[in-house]
């Protein structure tokens, strides 16, 4: 079973940036399908990005975060990494590290919590204008 870690959240302006990290243990990490979810206060969780298990080339965003957020792998350390630029306050949630294996396709998963087995606890963003 795989246990995933969040880093990184933190009170920023708009127009700031953060990078949130989620450190993997507990089985081979680059058999897992990944990904970034948030929920805001009174809201549901929202798929924010995801990228696939073996090509990280392979990635797929919330259209929210196009341009701004990008998605990373790094193999060596175990590591998903979220970069967030030109942060808006409608940015402000919970964000979580998510991850599945599953069979093999050839695209980056949908955004869709369902999918995703194992999740972090969550670290906070918060957005100030």
């Known amino acids: 079973q795989v246990q995933l870690v969040e880093s990184g959240g933190g009170s920023v302006q708009t127009g700031g940036s953060l990078r949130l990290s989620c450190v993997v243990s507990g089985d081979t990490y680059s058999t897992y399908y990944m990904g970034w979810f948030r929920q805001a206060p009174g809201k549901e969780r929202e798929g924010v990005a995801t990228i696939h298990s073996t090509k990280d080339f392979l990635t797929r965003y919330a259209d929210s975060v196009k341009g701004r957020f990008t998605i990373s792998k790094d193999n060596t350390k175990n590591t998903l990494y979220l970069h967030m630029n030109s942060l808006k306050p409608e940015d402000t949630a919970m964000y979580y590290c998510?991850?599945?294996?599953?069979?093999?396709?050839?695209?980056?998963?949908?955004?869709?919590?369902?999918?995703?087995?194992?999740w972090g606890q969550g670290t906070q963003v918060t957005v100030t204008s």
């Open positions: 998510a991850a599945y294996r599953g069979a093999l396709i050839w695209l980056a998963p949908l955004l869709i919590s369902d999918r995703f087995t194992y």
